[in-house]
């Protein structure tokens, strides 16, 4: 009976807290576009123990191309289906669902603990996310704005320890009336190990038995707090599987001009970079590349494309395509590459626009960005690009950005011989025409093994 009213619960609150939800056939998708970073507010529920893990990551796939990331829950753990899900490159994270059913082992004075505003705990949770190797601004925005979403859709009180004037430990209490959960247990670093996890859940347990006849919260297996809780007087009656693929690390990877952000782009952008590409790129009576990949341009394709080069970056022979957008659209691509750039320091470039956007010094602000990233970022020597004969606007570029004509070959791109202008920038020849902001690169360098 406590179990169904807890999935009841939260069954209630994934809904409310949801800005969209799609039914499937195998669950139900619960999205928030807002904070499309926040694993927990992206996910795919799975209430059917027996549904094939092949079919649910297809269907993960298909509801998430949105997002980076991918997130399946099985609300009623499986071992089997969790395993299957981890050859589709998803990570277990196994919860506990605990019930209140004791008196605590002990009581501990919970004077510091006071209840306090969200507002008044969001500096301190991005300076938590900011403290993390992973955190940034954007991310630390998207974990407050998600806790919003919670609190518009059931009633949330917070409590804080406050130690020295300092804030040192908060958690959360969400209530539909009868059933309380405690949420969000966290203690500040310099506060650690000084008890005051207990003090606080155990002042919100105080709180919530006040009114409610069922509590309970959800702890990491195989983290320590749910060792706490038992003490406390919880016992586990359910678990849920959290399985999460990950996104590439490169998609924390930010280059920014006056009118163009660069970016690897989501499966779902890359439908729509597909349309700008099938509407044109150049007279298709020439072919200004020098292999001839817009003369076929299936979607299936050109978005495993993009999927193959990502999941082929290694530090010794890297590429990056990154998808140029203006005003949030996508209009084309600016990759870089860099082969054994540890020992070499030499990059290589080329791009493409789409025709409605030819024309604008926009190829000129995307190449700008990427050489930006290779000279100040990972401190190339070197830069190499290139043109066939017929297609003056790339040569026009290069000439702006200061590249020498060094050499030339021959391609045949469709059968017939044309010459390749070979052409190289060096770093103290390179300034950028526009301010190049970049974003997210520090964690990254030994990917690019710089």
């Not at 804030?167 to 000084?194: H, M």
Request: charged share 25%; proline share 4%.
């Amino acid at each position: 009976m406590k179990t169904e009213r807890i999935r009841a619960f939260r069954f209630a609150l994934q809904h409310a807290s949801a800005e969209r939800v799609i039914e499937t056939r195998l669950g139900t998708a619960l999205l928030a576009c807002s904070v499309p970073g926040v694993y927990d507010a992206n996910y795919l529920s799975v209430e059917d123990r027996f549904a094939p893990a092949d079919e649910i990551a297809e269907e993960a796939d298909a509801v998430l191309e949105s997002f980076f990331h991918r997130r399946v829950i099985l609300e009623r753990s499986d071992d089997q289906t969790s395993a299957a899900l981890a050859r589709h490159g998803y990570v277990r994270s196994t919860h506990l669902v605990l019930a209140h059913e004791r008196e605590p082992d002990r009581f501990v004075d919970t004077s510091m603990v006071q209840e306090v505003d969200f507002e008044q705990l969001a500096p301190y949770r991005a300076a938590s996310t900011l403290s993390e190797p992973w955190g940034d601004g954007e991310i630390a925005k998207q974990l407050n704005d998600a806790k919003r979403l919670i609190i518009r859709a059931i009633p949330t009180r917070f409590f804080a320890a406050v130690v020295d004037g300092q804030l040192a430990a908060y958690c959360e209490l969400r209530s539909d009336g009868a059933t309380a959960q405690i949420e969000d247990v966290e203690a500040a670093r310099a506060f650690r190990g000084r008890g005051l996890g207990r003090a606080i859940v155990q002042h919100a347990l105080t709180e919530a038995r006040r009114d409610h006849d069922l509590v309970f919260l959800e702890a990491l297996a195989d983290d320590w707090p749910r060792l706490l809780y038992a003490k406390l007087g919880f016992d586990v009656v359910d678990r849920r599987d959290f399985l999460t693929r990950f996104p590439h690390p490169l998609a924390r990877l930010r280059l920014r001009t006056p009118r163009l952000e660069l970016r690897i782009a989501t499966v779902a952008e890359l439908r729509q970079l597909h349309e700008v590409a099938a509407a044109g790129i150049h007279d298709p009576a020439e072919m200004p590349f020098g292999v001839a990949w817009t003369d076929s341009l299936s979607e299936a394709s050109f978005i495993a494309h993009h999927a193959d080069k990502l999941a082929a970056f290694a530090p010794g022979d890297w590429s990056v395509a990154f998808v140029a957008f203006h005003d949030g659209q996508p209009i084309g691509v600016q990759e870089i590459r860099g082969e054994h750039f540890a020992q070499r320091g030499i990059v290589d470039t080329g791009s493409w626009l789409g025709t409605a956007w030819q024309g604008q010094g926009l190829g000129t602000e995307m190449r700008a960005a990427v050489l930006e990233l290779a000279f100040t970022g990972l401190g190339a020597a070197l830069a190499t690009s290139g043109a066939i004969q017929g297609n003056p606007q790339s040569l026009g570029v290069s000439r702006k950005l200061g590249y020498e004509r060094v050499g030339a070959h021959t391609v045949s791109p469709r059968g017939v011989a044309v010459e390749h202008a070979d052409l190289e920038l060096r770093r103290d020849r390179f300034q950028s025409p526009v301010p190049v902001e970049i974003g997210g690169l520090e964690t990254l360098l030994p990917l690019f093994g710089a």
